[in-house]
């Protein structure tokens, strides 16, 4: 149990964090959600369910992670740094699980309680693909058909994905409505699901969504910050000055910061793609440049016009490329716990090369805005200073883009 | 009594169901198309909202959004539309319909009050359950009934919790499922209709996928009213510049089946 004053006991029954998140879905979906909310409590205090999910996290998905000190890449600031300043960093290996990225972790939860609610068939939504080869791949491991929901456009761009998705058997549906990038696939997967709630469980890929979503996603990828906290103390005997993430839906940040909420000296900051510039409009920063909202099932901050009509997001980062936030991410904007920084396209590219370059990791692009980060607060802060950068996923998936906008052939 | 207690009220007298139509705003000439709507004999206007998202409706209404939008249709256009509707038909009642985002925009409290202001007599927002009526209550305060819905998955248990405030009518959404695509069986919908009728004295509308006038009747027989959209859409889409007489002449079929007389059955 949490203190009373705690930051770590939302969200409240009704699934709000502050005024953020709720359950607003269509009639249809509501006995499902309520159903999926008494699920999840149960197996929570379900020992048996526990012990699944950590078997399959430690030999299924490669778990604990890595902490890594990253010597180079905190020599390459301290260089740069004025006398006594450049902070230690330190990488939470993320990219190293099996498919590549934090996704499976939510991935290995959903489908725990899909089964245990009798529940035959899988959907998902995907924008660049990795919630859609991470759902796969838990379908796959399952035996459950599973059909994915893909934006036309982004099928067209992410084709490595789109074979690997099929390779495991899922069907991936093009989604021709709207922008068809990854908002659509989410209104499609929903659509599918009003249709079909007897028989189908909806996984969906960030902690965003209607409630009990932004919290189960957040606990089962909490595991990231449990062994960061863990592994930290064993290493440097205390624990992080500050964390970093990239921010999208917010799924590999909230994971990291929830398990040190708590602590007042951890400093936390969140990652958003500013794509061409905040100023430009083609961005997907949903808290530096947009307002609260309500989209697909929770109130949050979302990108829109002053009527409520969304609009599209930009990054250069697919996996990035939302107009909305996780709710508990737009309440810890608000109470200021976390701090939430705009980084560009250009900024996050060129972290991705001096990641490549210093650490020999192939980060991927929604992981190198958390590190572009880096080029601003590791100067400033003290060499016995620690901070903790999520590396949440790999950048094989992005090299075809690194090169385009490299200007190189491949 | 209301405007919409009096539709109701009225076509009980006349033994028939109400019809209620449904139309997305800035999609055509919508004033005209409203002006259809009504002389072919609809006795409740449901305007939809448009929105960029719209996650609950089926490709023909999807598209009807997409279009009023790209035309540049703005919540002030919808109200403004109307506001003219009920300086020109003072008598039929007319639902806003949407999604919450643009609903609640910039404050519930601000937009019922403009709701409100343009004469607008009940809304139905389908991304807003019971669980979060607190978005609602501004609604009620402006005199615009929240009309809730009820599905094939409200069972016994929940049916307590949406019927917790709603007003204006019941709309039973018959199929699980999105708009415009199919239609329930009618005897299912004939024991939903009476599930819902022991339950609550707010008339049920039925709607979803219905689209002959046959099945507007046979529907007609069992509940208050019947919901048709995605077919009106289908006419506004297939007849461009000429949406309006086309919309009229089936509007003028769906009436015509309803009006014949009701059994009494119970």
Redesign the interface.
């Known amino acids: 149990m949490n203190a009373p004053n705690s930051l770590r006991n939302l969200p409240d029954e009704?699934g709000h964090f502050g005024q953020f998140g709720?359950?607003?879905?269509?009639?249809?979906?509501?006995?499902?959600i309520l159903d999926l909310e008494r699920e999840y409590r149960a197996a929570k205090v379900d020992p048996a369910f526990k012990t699944q999910f950590d078997g399959l996290m430690k030999h299924y998905v490669g778990r604990p992670s890595p902490l890594y000190f990253a010597e180079r890449l905190t020599q390459h600031y301290r260089e740069g740094a004025a006398a006594g300043r450049g902070a230690k960093i330190y990488f939470k290996r993320e990219e190293l699980n099996h498919t590549g990225a934090h996704k499976i972790n939510n991935c290995i939860g959903q489908i725990l309680l899909a089964i245990r609610m009798g529940k035959t068939r899988i959907i998902a939504e995907t924008g660049a693909g990795q919630h859609g080869v991470a759902t796969a791949t838990v379908a796959a491991r399952f035996g459950l058909p599973c059909t994915i929901f893909m934006g036309a456009k982004d099928i067209e761009r992410q084709q490595p994905n789109v074979f690997r998705m099929k390779l495991l058997g899922a069907e991936v549906r093009p989604v021709t409505?709207?922008s068809q990038s990854l908002?659509?696939a989410?209104?499609e997967a929903?659509?599918d699901w009003?249709?079909t709630?007897?028989d189908t469980f909806y996984i969906i890929g960030t902690a965003a969504g209607p409630h009990p979503y932004p919290e189960l996603v957040r606990d089962f990828q909490s595991v990231i910050g449990t062994e960061s906290r863990a592994q930290m103390l064993e290493a440097e005997g205390r624990l992080p000055d500050l964390l970093l993430a990239a921010v999208g839906g917010g799924s590999n940040a909230i994971g990291l910061f929830h398990p040190f909420l708590d602590d007042p000296d951890v400093a936390m900051i969140g990652v958003e793609a500013a794509g061409r510039g905040i100023d430009s409009g083609e961005h997907a920063a949903s808290l530096t440049g947009g307002a609260p909202?309500?989209?697909?099932?929770n109130k949050t901050y979302?990108l829109?016009d002053?009527?409520?009509?969304?609009t599209e997001a930009h990054s250069i980062s697919a996996g990035l490329d939302y107009p909305g936030i996780g709710p508990e991410h737009s309440w810890l904007h608000e109470s200021g716990r976390v701090e939430y920084v705009p980084i560009t396209d250009q900024q996050a590219l060129d972290a991705f090369q001096l990641c490549c370059k210093l650490e020999g990791i192939i980060p991927a692009l929604e992981s190198s805005h958390a590190l572009a980060a880096l080029e601003t607060k590791a100067r400033e802060m003290n060499a016995d200073q620690i901070i903790l950068v999520n590396v949440s996923g790999r950048g094989d998936k992005d090299i075809y883009t690194v090169a385009q906008a490299m200007g190189a052939e491949i | 009594m209301t405007r919409l207690a009096t539709a109701f009220t009225n076509a009980r007298a006349q033994s028939r169901a109400a019809l209620v139509t449904f139309v997305t705003a800035g999609d055509g000439d919508t004033a005209a198309i409203l002006d259809a709507l009504v002389e072919g004999g609809a006795d409740v206007i449901e305007l939809g909202m448009p929105?960029?998202?719209?996650?609950?409706?089926?490709?023909a209404i999807?598209a009807a959004n997409?279009r009023s939008?790209a035309s540049g249709t703005?919540?002030s256009d919808v109200l403004a539309i109307a506001a003219a509707f009920r300086h020109r038909h003072p008598e039929t009642p007319l639902v806003l319909m949407g999604?919450?985002?643009?609903?609640?925009?910039?404050t519930p409290a601000a937009f019922a009050k403009s709701a409100a202001d343009a004469g607008v007599d009940g809304a139905i927002i389908?991304?807003?359950?019971?669980?979060?009526a607190q978005e609602l209550v501004p609604f009620g305060e402006h005199g615009i009934a929240v009309i809730?819905?009820?599905?094939?998955?409200?069972?016994a248990a929940?049916l307590p919790a949406?019927l917790e405030g709603a007003s204006g009518f019941l709309y039973y959404?018959s199929?699980?499922?999105?708009t415009g695509?199919q239609q329930a069986a009618q005897d299912s919908i004939e024991s939903a209709v009476a599930r819902l009728k022991a339950a609550t004295d707010l008339p049920v509308a039925v709607g979803f996928g219905v689209r002959t006038p046959e099945q507007a009747a046979a529907i007609g027989r069992v509940a208050d009213g019947v919901v048709v959209g995605s077919a009106i859409i289908d006419q506004i889409a297939q007849h461009g510049e000429d949406a309006p007489a086309a919309v009229r002449a089936y509007i003028e079929s769906l009436s015509a089946a309803l009006a014949a007389p009701k059994e009494h059955a119970a």
């Open positions: 009704h709720g359950r607003y879905v269509a009639e249809t979906l509501m006995p499902l409505s709207g908002k659509d989410m209104n929903l659509r009003v249709a709630v007897h909202g309500i989209l697909h099932g979302l829109q002053e009527d409520g009509q969304i | 929105f960029t998202d719209p996650m609950a409706d089926g490709p999807q997409l939008l703005r919540t999604y919450a985002n643009t609903m609640t925009r910039p389908v991304d807003i359950p019971p669980e979060e809730r819905l009820a599905t094939p998955t409200t069972d929940r949406v959404v199929v699980a499922g999105i695509l």
